[in-house]
């Protein structure tokens, strides 16, 4: 394959920095909505989000060969606004992590006070924002970054956006039972979800939400591949073996098709047990974040390729 600009790298940045905001968004919803039913998922999305968040600006600095040259570069993108969009997403970064950062701290040492739960409402909804505009920057940057029609469809937003959404949202549930037994004196609440009947209860809703993602997603999927039909990028996501697996096997097979068809299967019990469903929930949350990133590489690449 020819020589990308972006690569495996920037496929990982977007997916890290897209799932960042994902875990945000589900752990602003679930303080904000769940009535405090759902605070485990609240408290590890909210851990969750700044950790990739940082990890994404790594993953940029190694991408652009800078980690071991000069890593506080990442300054530079300040006197370059708004000349560079790839400046204005690094903003939008900076600010999200540190919103995100914040909003971990309010939860690692939350006091059960009025002050102090209404700063984390108020944190967790600014959070929701700033996660939304860096799982949909990402896909309006490639939009606008070389004009070429396979990047350009509306739809190509959203596909990025709402998959981002769920990989977040899948990545906090997976992350409160290690999250509990590695940190169990810090976080004693996701100890005890994981003891406790909110083991079963929160992946149970979270696969509900996962499946309702995993049917939009599919939804813009399929009218982003008919708005960019009659282009020659499309064309590859067929001809060209690497990214046909990438896109139809990874992101449309593993990380979408099979996690819906587990979800609804078992909707059905089909006289299985409970915890075993919940153990493939799990797995299905692996293959979501899976095909989360070869679905951006395929997209990344087959945009270069011609």
């Known amino acids: 394959m020819a020589h990308l600009v972006w690569g495996w790298l920037t496929a990982i940045d977007l997916f890290l920095i897209g799932s960042a905001g994902g875990a945000a968004i589900a752990s602003g919803a679930a303080h904000i909505l769940g009535k405090g039913e759902y605070d485990a998922l609240a408290e590890s999305g909210a851990y969750l989000a700044p950790i990739l968040g940082l990890a994404s600006l790594l993953t940029v600095m190694l991408d652009l060969g800078r980690l071991t040259v000069a890593p506080m570069n990442v300054i530079y993108v300040f006197s370059h606004l708004p000349v560079s969009m790839v400046s204005a997403g690094t903003v939008f970064r900076i600010f999200f992590i540190a919103v995100a950062a914040l909003n971990a701290i309010l939860w690692l040492f939350r006091k059960e006070t009025l002050i102090n739960y209404v700063v984390r409402i108020i944190c967790g909804a600014v959070n929701v924002v700033l996660g939304f505009l860096v799982t949909i920057y990402p896909g309006v940057m490639l939009a ?25 949202l899948v990545l906090a549930v997976f992350a409160i039972p290690i999250i509990g037994v590695f940190m169990p004196r810090l976080c004693p609440s996701l100890l005890e979800a994981r003891r406790t009947v909110l083991i079963h209860r929160i992946p149970e809703r979270a696969g509900l939400y996962m499946a309702i993602l995993i049917v939009i997603d599919l939804a813009f999927t399929v009218a982003y591949l008919t708005s960019v039909a009659g282009t020659a990028q499309y064309t590859l996501l067929f001809t060209n073996f690497l990214l046909f697996s990438m896109f139809w096997g990874g992101f449309i097979g593993l990380g979408l098709i099979i996690p819906l068809i587990v979800y609804l299967l078992a909707k059905l019990r089909l006289g299985i047990p409970l915890s075993v469903w919940i153990l493939l929930l799990y797995l299905c949350f692996i293959l979501v974040a899976v095909g989360s990133v070869s679905g951006r590489y395929a997209l990344l690449a087959a945009g270069q390729l011609i």
């Open 144 to 168: 606008f970054a070389r004009g070429k029609p396979f990047w350009g469809s509306p739809f190509f937003p959203w596909v990025i956006s709402v998959n981002a959404m769920l990989s977040g």
